[in-house]
Each structure stands twice: as structure tokens, then as C-alpha cells.
């Protein structure tokens, strides 16, 4: 069974940073692709970045391209998300997860983590 664990979130104002990771258990890590999806309330569920299993392809969200860096550490099963010039509109839960593929990972997740709350203030 694959466990995701993400941290990192917090409050935060505007025009600051923050860095997420997703721990990733078993040792299968460096075999997939990995990505960033936000769910703000009352709102669907939505891409953020998408990283493939070697870190040499990363895709973002228009919302997002210039501001945020998504990177991987396969040694430490480990997925992050750089996020700067943070905006009110970034607060959102956001959640890691695993696909087979860089395609497959923003369309068909396999597996999700539970969760990390970032808050930005105006």
C-alpha cells in the first residue's frame, strides 16, 4: 500500500513563499510520475504540476507558471512544490499524487495524500 504525506503548508501573506513536500512510502517512488493538484472551498479540485518520474519533464497550470517549482528526490521519496510570489487566490488545500505517467498523473491518479492547508493573506 502507497502512502502519501504532504507538509509544509501554513499561513503565509501575500508575496511570500512556501515550500510543500509529499513523502512517499514503499520503494516504487522513482518509478512514477508525480503532481500537485489545490481544492479551494467551494471549488473543483484543480491541477497544479506535474513532474515525471525522473524530474526531467515538469508541466503547471497557467495560474501558477513562473511562481511555483515543482522538483522530486527520488533517493528521499520525496516530492516538493516551491510556491512564491504567493497570491490570496493560492489559499487552497493542497493535495500530492501518483500516476503512471506524466499524462496519466493529472488525468487518472492512483493513489492521493490526505491533505495540507495553505493560507494566503492579503
Known amino acids: 500500500q502507497v502512502q502519501l504525506v504532504e507538509s509544509g503548508g501554513g499561513l503565509v501573506q501575500a508575496g511570500g513563499s512556501l515550500r510543500l513536500s509529499c513523502a512517499a512510502s514503499g520503494r516504487t517512488f522513482s518509478s512514477y510520475a508525480m503532481a500537485w493538484f489545490r481544492q479551494a472551498p467551494g471549488k473543483e479540485r484543480e491541477f497544479v504540476a506535474a513532474?515525471?518520474?525522473?524530474?526531467?519533464?515538469?508541466y503547471y497550470a497557467d495560474s501558477v507558471k513562473g511562481r511555483f517549482t515543482i522538483s522530486r528526490d527520488n533517493v528521499k521519496n520525496t516530492m516538493y512544490l516551491q510556491m512564491n510570489s504567493l497570491k490570496p487566490e493560492d489559499t487552497a488545500s493542497y493535495y500530492c499524487a501518483r500516476g503512471a505517467n506524466i499524462v496519466l498523473v493529472t488525468t487518472a491518479p492512483d493513489y492521493w495524500g490526505q491533505g495540507t492547508q495553505v493560507t494566503v493573506s492579503s
Open positions: 513532474i515525471s518520474w525522473s524530474g526531467g519533464s515538469a
